[in-house]
Nanobody
């Protein structure tokens, strides 16, 4: 069964950076669209960034300039890096995979497979 696993969360400092990894199981990044989403306490889940299998990348408008999504071929993961961390970046971060999307890959409803999520806490 296709699934994804997130790693790399934990405690981070305001102004610092975090890097999360998404590792696929039983599929290749060449076949799926990968998205990163997050859900802060008391808020709805929102898109962070996504990357299509053809390499096209999209970022949430609120995070442009601070977020990078890239494929790490060394360990076969799709990594998310978030810079200039703020307390409001505290959330559970999810990786998801979609066979295909129609339109923007930031639409969470397009995704078929979700990881369990990983907690990121940003503090000063």
């Amino acid at each position: 069964e296709v699934h994804v696993v997130e790693s790399g969360g934990g405690l981070a400092q305001v102004g610092g950076s975090l890097r999360l990894s998404c590792v696929p199981s039983k599929f290749s990044f060449d076949e799926y669209v990968i998205g990163w989403f997050r859900q802060a306490p008391g808020k709805e889940r929102e898109a962070v960034s996504c990357r299509s299998f053809n390499g096209n990348v999209e970022h949430a408008d609120s995070l442009k300039g601070r977020v990078i999504i890239f494929r790490n071929n060394t360990v076969n993961s799709m990594d998310l890096q978030l810079n200039e961390l703020r307390p409001e970046d505290t959330a559970i971060y999810y990786c998801a995979a979609a066979w295909t999307v129609s339109g923007t890959c930031l639409n969470q409803w397009e995704y078929d497979y979700w990881g369990q999520g990983i907690q990121v806490t940003v503090s000063s």
